[in-house]
């Protein structure tokens, strides 16, 4: 209806200007034309004894009076005049009948023009948002059980198409989100489960015994399993906040950040008796963001490479140029394997439940304080082992 509507009054507006523009000039067009040719006088007029009546309104010839002269009494200038007043009677007349000869074909033209207008909208708006439909039917379909259905629309490029190629990359996107959402809650209830059934099965067995040696044993697993719960926990949240927009932002000294951090995750008596060294090289980097979250970026990342280290191994941090970088000595690692570790829960190896053992949160939670902050993040395998880590954030 919108478009048949526009196209008509299109149609309308063209009418009007038509008619417009000949009722400006087709008076002067006729009186010109009537008045330069004398044959439509004699047209008009074929007998002589009429012109004279004609010409002389209420004045009668004498009988005898020769043909197609004046009547007596009058002037010649009088019939000059009468000659005028008859080619504007009939240039007017010429005039309206030929105005409502073109008003009435405009009219029906008009008419038939709207119906044809309403035809081809209906048929070209149908063509045109035939893709929208497909779009809206497609969405309609989709839920949790069927997001890999796309449209692909077989389209020519226009907006149409950039709109289904844009709905495509946003399923794209909510797959992999819906994806990685299930297995972060199915990774996390299993982690969560493990500890538990530890911690119950070690009070049942130390409930069950009197012997002090066992109960001592016991209250020590108690302790690890909680400490291990809490550090879960603790990442969980860590990385529930990190996923949230920034509230606050204040310029924070990425370099001396670094070093300190770097200095306390080396000071552990476990770090120093697997022989690992730190060593930081930094120059003045200043970036915006939260300071506790850059914290935890940079102690998450220092503490994976020496804990995923070997023994008298070494882990270099570097920043400089608005990017931190930190590397190990540690194991191979397949390029393959990469970009799966940033994922909640993802390892190298498989859990072994052993003291200390990381919880797999650690380059999750770097990857989603690096988004918080706009910096993007990446990891290479190191050729003689170990994984680089590189942290990109903006530069003014």
């Not at 008509?8 to 008076?27: C, K, Q, S, T």
């Amino acid at each position: 209806m919108l478009y048949g509507g526009l196209l008509v009054l299109a149609g309308a507006m063209l009418i009007v200007l038509v008619n417009f523009l000949v009722r400006e000039g087709l008076y002067t067009s006729i009186s010109t034309a009537v008045a330069v040719e004398p044959r439509l006088a004699t047209l008009a007029t074929p007998d002589p004894a009429a012109a004279a009546k004609t010409l002389t309104v209420g004045t009668a010839a004498p009988a005898n009076a020769p043909p197609g002269s004046a009547p007596a009494g009058t002037d010649p200038a009088d019939g000059g005049q009468s000659h005028f007043q008859a080619v504007k009677v009939v240039t007017q007349a010429a005039e309206q009948a030929a105005q409502n000869q073109l008003l009435t074909v405009s009219l029906i033209a008009l008419a038939a023009f709207a119906v044809i207008s309403m035809a081809l909208a209906w048929w070209m708006s149908g063509r045109v948002l035939r893709p929208v439909a497909v779009i809206t039917n497609t969405a309609r379909r989709l839920s949790g059980e069927n997001l890999h259905e796309r449209i692909a629309l077989d389209a020519p490029p226009g907006e149409l198409k950039q709109l289904a190629d844009t709905f495509d990359d946003m399923l794209d996107r909510m797959e992999q989100l819906v994806g990685a959402q299930q297995r972060f809650a199915a990774n996390a209830a299993h982690e969560l489960r493990t500890p538990l059934a530890v911690q119950r099965a070690a009070a049942e067995i130390g409930l069950a015994t009197g012997d002090p040696a066992a109960v001592a044993r016991v209250r020590r697993k108690l302790i690890e399993v909680s400490e291990s719960s809490e550090r879960l926990i603790e990442g969980l949240l860590l990385l529930s906040v990190s996923d949230q927009r920034l509230d606050h932002r204040e310029p924070v000294a990425l370099d001396q950040l670094a070093r300190a951090v770097a200095a306390e995750c080396a000071a552990p008596e476990e770090a120093r008796a697997n022989g690992v060294t730190v060593r930081t090289d930094t120059a003045p980097v200043s970036v915006d963001g939260d300071p506790v979250l850059l914290a935890h970026l940079v102690r998450n990342l220092v503490g994976n490479a020496l804990r995923y280290n070997h023994d008298g191994g070494r882990v270099d941090v570097d920043v400089r140029d608005g990017v931190l970088e930190v590397a190990n000595t540690g194991p191979q690692v397949p390029p393959e394997t990469v970009p799966y570790l940033f994922e909640p829960f993802r390892r190298l190896q498989e859990r072994r439940h052993s003291p200390r053992e990381g919880a797999g949160l650690g380059l999750s939670i770097v990857a989603s304080i690096a988004r918080a902050h706009h910096a993007t993040v990446t990891a290479d395998p190191g050729s003689t082992g170990g994984l680089r880590v590189r942290v990109e954030f903006p530069t003014a």
